[in-house]
């Protein structure tokens, strides 16, 4: 086994008695024909003495099939203690990325329509990964791929001459846009005729039409204005806004790419590429009246970010159910001869499920996210002035923004992210459950104890680590020191649940070591010690919820 190999092996033994790391020898049985049990016996007799001697190893023991590795608990905390406080907000950074790009496409709201609460599993998942990607040295961009074409805009413009009125929609675009929009497929039900003017609408925007233009250009405009109110709200920004539109020039050198490599056929009037090999659907590529559609626009989205970002990933933050979609994007791209298509990464997600509630923007059923923002604001602001500690916070509304908003992030971010989020303010704003504000609380309740040893005159700068030997600080030492080992495993898996969970785990720890440590009562020479611990979980805890884009707050 070259190190590296055997460095993946390790574990974690399930009872600490056992161990802090172990080497499992089961795949080692087939390579000297011994079992387990003899491997690890010899193994302990040949590396017995080194690690007795060595700096962070206490002893070695031959358990069963496992060599168990037991740590020197006061020089793992003398290391990552120190390690942490000297490197600060770049402690678990690494530069595993350097030199490589990776694009991360995200939100992508539609033009005209609300901001609903959906749109925030992919906005806060895309801007958690593309924060995680930062953090470990890859050259990251965030693309916010709007949806601001398509026959859509057809059904719009439609509904904008027929019962549109410039001035209420200037007041209040996105529900006016809404109401139309619905209105229209209200009475397309009815009047399917309608739908064939939608697309001659469309048609008339792909070919340049002024009049057509200038309206769909409003439509831009007025949307960008209520979405930046959102992102701001969330501490989010992009570094292209190029959206659907953007490539409507680029589709044609698509099309004349599939027709040189013979890669296009007629399917009912329509230009398809098809994957008879590969037991997927065909891919549309012309719709029957010579229109685009998403696939043509995606292809030659993909082929110009190569060409100007020249990536090494590209990643697609977009439901789970656009699963085909993608693939079919990926087979045409390979098709083509692009081998940089398996670059090309889908990240799906799961629905946000109400207990009693769909979602559907067509029938007008929508929760808009920037009013389940504030509400979240307002109802974390009721909790803040109801408790006994509200009188020490000096700005109780960005306080409340801050809990506020992550709390909502961080539910969004908790689990899995195939998995249905279900949407309930009990779980969201529960303080002492797994959430948002239970972890910012440990942030707030650890810089509290620094505070009031600053104010008391201790200077623990000189504190001797080494005594940081009891079970709560051991297990604290070993979490903060896998901080990076979590962050690593999220990019691995494109699952920023691993960093949620991670500093979950954190929270818990610091507040058992909290509970149990009375760190400002100690004596002094280990007060100080756990002083040092408790700045260095602090550090870790802000720095993971950064990742996944929740703020801090010193009091709470």
């Known amino acids: 086994l070259t190190a590296e190999q055997a460095e993946r092996l390790m574990a974690v033994p399930p009872n600490p008695d056992m161990g802090d790391a172990a080497f499992p020898c089961f795949t080692l049985a087939k390579t000297f024909r011994k079992a387990p049990p003899a491997i690890?016996?010899?193994?302990?007799?040949?590396?017995?003495?080194?690690?007795?001697?060595?700096?962070?190893?206490?002893?070695?023991?031959?358990?069963?099939?496992?060599?168990?590795?037991?740590?020197?608990?006061?020089?793992?905390?003398?290391?990552?203690?120190?390690?942490?406080?000297?490197?600060?907000?770049?402690?678990?950074?690494?530069?595993?990325?350097?030199?490589?790009?990776?694009?991360?496409?995200?939100?992508?709201?539609?033009?005209?329509?609300?901001?609903?609460?959906?749109?925030?599993?992919?906005?806060?998942?895309?801007?958690?990964?593309?924060?995680?990607?930062?953090?470990?040295?890859?050259?990251?961009?965030?693309?916010?791929?709007?949806?601001?074409?398509?026959?859509?805009?057809?059904?719009?413009?439609?509904?904008?001459?027929?019962?549109?009125?410039?001035e209420t929609i200037e007041a209040d675009p996105i529900n006016e846009l809404l109401k139309i929009y619905v209105k229209f497929h209200s009475e397309a039900e009815e009047h399917p005729e309608l739908e064939d003017e939608a697309r001659a609408y469309f048609k008339l925007l792909e070919d340049g039409d002024e009049e057509i233009t200038k309206l769909w250009k409003f439509f831009v405009d007025a949307s960008l204005k209520e979405f930046n109110k959102t992102y701001k709200l969330l501490d989010i920004s992009f570094d292209s806004y190029a959206g659907e539109s953007f490539y409507s020039d680029k589709m044609p050198e698509v099309v004349e790419l599939l027709k040189e490599k013979n890669l296009l056929e007629e399917s009912d009037g329509a230009q398809v590429v098809r994957f008879d090999d590969e037991n997927i659907p065909p891919c549309i590529i012309l719709k029957s009246d010579g229109t685009t559609i998403y696939a043509t626009r995606d292809l030659a989205a993909a082929i110009y970010r190569k060409r100007t970002?020249?990536?090494?990933?590209?990643?697609?933050?977009?439901?789970?159910?656009?699963?085909?979609?993608?693939?079919?994007?990926?087979?045409?791209?390979?098709?083509?001869?692009?081998?940089?298509?398996?670059?090309?990464?889908?990240?799906?997600?799961?629905?946000?499920?109400?207990?009693?509630?769909?979602?559907?923007?067509?029938?007008?059923?929508?929760?808009?996210?920037?009013?389940?923002?504030?509400?979240?604001?307002?109802?974390?602001?009721?909790?803040?002035?109801?408790?006994?500690?509200?009188?020490?916070?000096?700005?109780?509304?960005?306080?409340?923004?801050?809990?506020?908003?992550?709390?909502?992030?961080?539910?969004?971010?908790?689990?899995?992210?195939?998995?249905?989020?279900?949407?309930?303010?009990?779980d969201i704003l529960d303080f002492e459950g797994e959430s948002g504000p239970y972890v910012q609380y440990a942030y707030a309740r650890g810089k509290s104890v620094l505070r009031k040893a600053e104010e008391s005159g201790i200077d623990y700068s000189a504190a001797d680590l080494s005594l940081l030997e009891g079970n709560d600080e051991f297990e604290l030492?070993?979490?903060?020191?896998?901080?990076?080992?979590?962050?690593?495993?999220?990019?691995?898996?494109?699952?920023?649940?691993?960093?949620?969970?991670?500093?979950t785990d954190l929270a818990q720890l610091f507040n058992k070591f909290y509970n149990t440590c009375n760190i400002m009562k100690s004596e002094p020479r280990l007060r100080d010690a756990r002083l040092k611990l408790t700045e260095a979980t602090c550090v870790c805890i802000k720095s993971a919820l950064y990742l996944i884009g929740v703020r801090v707050v010193e009091k709470m």
């Not at 080992?485 to 691993?498: I, L, M, Q, R, T």
Request: hydrophobic share 40%; charged share 25%; aromatic share 12%.
């Open 309 to 426: 970002y020249d990536f090494n990933k590209n990643i697609y933050v977009v439901g789970t159910p656009q699963a085909l979609h993608f693939k079919q994007i990926f087979s045409v791209l390979d098709k083509m001869g692009y081998e940089w298509s398996k670059d090309c990464v889908h990240v799906g997600f799961g629905y946000v499920r109400f207990p009693d509630k769909v979602l559907s923007t067509r029938h007008g059923d929508v929760v808009f996210l920037e009013d389940v923002l504030r509400e979240s604001i307002e109802k974390t602001k009721e909790v803040i002035i109801n408790s006994a500690t509200s009188k020490n916070i000096e700005d109780i509304d960005e306080v409340s923004e801050k809990i506020g908003v992550g709390a909502i992030l961080y539910s969004f971010l908790k689990n899995g992210r195939e998995k249905d989020i279900v949407f309930t303010w009990k």
């Open 40 to 166: 690890a016996a010899e193994l302990c007799e040949k590396v017995g003495e080194a690690v007795e001697n060595s700096r962070l190893f206490q002893k070695v023991a031959a358990v069963g099939g496992y060599l168990n590795f037991y740590l020197k608990r006061g020089a793992l905390a003398e290391e990552v203690v120190s390690d942490v406080l000297e490197k600060g907000e770049n402690y678990g950074k690494s530069d595993e990325g350097a030199g490589k790009k990776v694009l991360v496409e995200f939100s992508s709201p539609n033009i005209a329509k609300p901001f609903h609460i959906g749109h925030l599993v992919t906005t806060a998942l895309g801007s958690s990964l593309e924060r995680i990607y930062s953090f470990l040295g890859y050259d990251t961009v965030k693309i916010n791929h709007l949806g601001d074409w398509g026959t859509q805009f057809g059904k719009l413009i439609s509904a904008y001459k027929r019962w549109g009125d410039a």
């Open 477 to 503: 030492v070993k979490l903060i020191n896998s901080f990076g080992d979590a962050v690593k495993d999220a990019a691995n898996k494109n699952e920023p649940c691993c960093v949620t969970r991670y500093v």
